[in-house]
């Protein structure tokens, strides 16, 4: 077979600009903050029962898209680099979504419980980090703008 064996599709704003990919079984946290700290640096990590993705940011929503493939794919075409992981899911049912409960789950692995390769793939980061910037920059004026404004004694009143 050349093509995913199921997809799905979670279009949402990540809580705290995360998500994870789990085995509906793994639940433990084991490791997660070592994990969140390192996904923040490179974009995911695991713990060997999780992986961790960041997004670039919360305000507008991210498409995250989980293909279950029976063997390993290659890159898909106008996306960055492929981060390789192994997911230990012993029910052999995954969860993708956020701590907020924002997820789809349900979704049952052709082979059942085993260890796993996930490879993710994201694509906009850097495009939406440098959008992020410019905005802050504009707002951070306007802001500044109005914090000033504040303190402008007004028709010559004086200060309370």
């Known amino acids: ?17 995360s998500f994870t990919l789990r085995d509906e079984e793994c639940d433990a946290a084991v490791g ?14 695991t713990t060997g029962y999780e992986v961790y993705v960041t997004a670039a940011q919360d305000l507008i929503k991210v498409r995250a898209r989980l293909e279950v493939w029976n063997r390993p794919g290659g890159s898909a075409d106008g ?7 192994g997911l230990t899911c012993p029910s052999g049912v995954l969860q993708i979504g956020d701590g907020s409960g ?3 789950g349900g979704i049952d692995l052709p082979d059942g419980p085993g260890v796993y390769t ?3 793939q994201y694509r906009g980061r850097g495009e939406t980090r440098a959008a992020l910037r410019r ?4 707002l951070s ?11 402008t004694p007004c028709d010559g009143v004086g200060s309370i």
């Open 79 to 85: 996306f960055d680099d492929v981060l390789t992981f």
């Open 102 to 104: 924002t997820a789809v």
């Open 32 to 45: 997660a903050y070592q994990a969140l700290v390192q996904a923040y640096e490179t974009g995911a990590a």
């Open 1 to 17: 077979m050349t093509g995913p064996v199921t997809y799905h599709e979670l279009l949402f704003r990540p809580d705290h600009r």
């Open 135 to 138: 905005l802050d920059e504009r």
């Open 118 to 120: 996930v490879q993710m």
């Open 141 to 151: 004026e306007t802001v500044a703008t109005a914090w000033l404004a504040l303190f």
